[in-house]
């Protein structure tokens, strides 16, 4: 059964800093991982997918990387601003089987 | 090109009643899935569908929770005789099908029960 992990749960940053959070998964048979943004009290929006055959995926200030081999995934922001301020969720689609596996996310906070 | 639509946005029940969730796909997508978050806990997965057809159902309860997506209109989560525990964020997504594609979440719905 998969099982998916974020460190840190919660991470306090001045505004600038550069960060780096952390996911890991149990089961290297993955189609792929996304990770999402979650704001209180609203829904999901996806950030970026990385296929199992890739490395890594940008989209602007960030950067995310996947080792499957080694079931693990990082997330990478630059220069972080507090409109970044929110929930961030690693998920994985397992081979076979559609739903997505979630960690329990990492609570950022920017501080201005 | 509307999002994946939830409603209704918040939910309140009386313990024994029955909780209606509603969910329409993002526009093309035929593939809806329904996960729940407890309070302070990860999304975890209930149930997969197609049009008319159940695909993998094996994060629902075993009683009192159903899940359908008709040929025409929204998918339906439906609870019956809700207790204290079911309070929590419903959320919908949506996507292509196949392996590697996009999901798209709805805001959710958040039920309370009282």
């Known amino acids: 059964k998969q099982e998916v992990t974020q460190i840190p749960a919660a991470l306090s940053v001045p505004e600038g800093e550069n960060l780096v959070l952390n996911c890991s998964f149990t089961?290297?048979?993955?189609?792929?991982l996304q990770w999402f943004r979650q704001d209180p009290g609203k829904g999901l929006t996806s950030l970026l997918l990385?296929?199992?055959?890739?490395r890594e995926q940008t989209s602007g200030r960030l950067n995310a990387s996947l080792d499957k081999s080694s079931g693990r995934s990082t997330l990478y922001i630059a220069a972080s601003q507090p409109g970044d301020s929110a929930t961030y969720l690693c998920?994985?689609?397992?081979?076979?089987?559609?739903?997505?596996?979630f960690g329990s996310g990492t609570r950022l906070q920017v501080q201005p | 090109n509307a999002g994946v639509m939830q409603n209704p946005r918040h939910l309140v029940r009386r313990r024994g009643q029955e909780a209606r969730l509603r969910c329409s796909p993002m526009?093309?997508?035929?593939?809806v899935y329904w996960y729940r978050q407890l309070p302070e806990e990860g999304l975890k997965f209930m149930v997969y569908?197609?049009?008319?057809?159940?695909?993998?159902e094996s994060g629902m309860p075993k009683e009192r929770f159903s899940a359908e997506f008709p040929k025409e209109g929204p998918s339906i989560l439906r609870i019956q005789q809700v207790v204290r525990g079911d309070s929590a964020a419903y959320f919908c997504?949506?996507?292509?099908?196949?392996?590697?594609?996009?999901?798209?979440f709805g805001q959710g719905t958040r039920l309370t029960v009282v």
């Open positions: 998920a994985v689609e397992d081979t076979g089987r559609r739903a997505l596996t």
């Open positions: 089961d290297s048979a993955i189609y792929n």
């Open positions: 990385i296929q199992s055959s890739q």
């Open positions: 526009k093309g997508h035929s593939h």
């Open positions: 569908l197609q049009k008319e057809n159940i695909i993998d």
């Open positions: 997504a949506s996507d292509l099908g196949g392996a590697n594609t996009e999901a798209f």
